[in-house]
């Protein structure tokens, strides 16, 4: 399917698009941004092949839809701080984003989306997986439906960057990226588990397994049972798509109404990816 300047090619029944005719380093006028806001919007999350961008010029670009955020737990790249280096070296046996989840949604104000971007890609292997929440909610019973509308979820990045988790990030996890390991990711923050997207209107479920630690007014052992049903429904096969990187190429995704996973079956290889994430707003 053409719209206006560019091409844009589903690739699966549930989400995602490749999107080609445009080139992201050139100064992008208002329509082309309207036009890929569109295609997000519809697809969930894009994808674009060849691109050839500074580290300037994909900052310019995440900053057409939005203010950037610096990772509060991951250090930036010294080419700036809202640009994170995605790397896994060759001798490295855990990646970073692997399983399932929504990015930073510890957050008052989690993301409305990042930018992808591969510098250096594995001979195979390294995909990234993709899931619509919008399909993981509207697959539900009434039943569970009415349920989960009126519940509270309760977020918290302590997990994966409180103080705890150091053993995992010592030398036998084997990882070259820096984690900012903190007290600050202790805290908490309530969402709903129903979130209605401010752009689209429509429902996706808005928990995950990584940052979602329990239900509001319940401990994790009583919110276990709903909670893990939740989050392997929200990954069903039908709700996916698969992404193959290649050198130079983007992915785009609207964290609002999408999981993601990224796949560590590459060991032995190199993978580098620079990402900047872009200020999304309070779930409602």
Known sequence: MTK????????????????SGIDLAEPLGDNAIGEIR????????????????TPEQHLAFGRRFGELQIH????GSPLDPRIIEVRKEPQDTRNFGGGWHTDVSYLERPALGSVLYAHEVPSHGGDTMFASQYLAYETLSDGMKAMLDGMTAVHSARRPYGPDAGRRYGNGGSSAMKYLLSEAALAEVEHPVVRTHVETGRKSLYVNRT??????????????PLLDYLCDHAVRPEFTCRFRWR??????WD??????????????ERRLMHRVTIEGERPV
Do not use: P, W
């Open 255 to 268: 964290n609002r109404c999408v999981q993601h996973n990224a796949v560590n079956d590459y060991h032995g």
């Open 4 to 19: 206006g300047m560019i091409s844009v090619e589903r690739i699966a029944g549930a989400l995602g698009a490749v999107l």
């Open 38 to 53: 569109h295609a997000l919007l519809e697809h969930q999350v894009i994808f674009f092949h060849d691109q050839h961008l």
């Open 211 to 224: 940052f979602t630690v329990r239900f509001k007014d319940m401990t994790e052992e009583e919110s276990a």
């Open 72 to 75: 509060e737990f991951v250090e």
């Open 247 to 252: 050198k130079n190429s983007i992915a785009f």
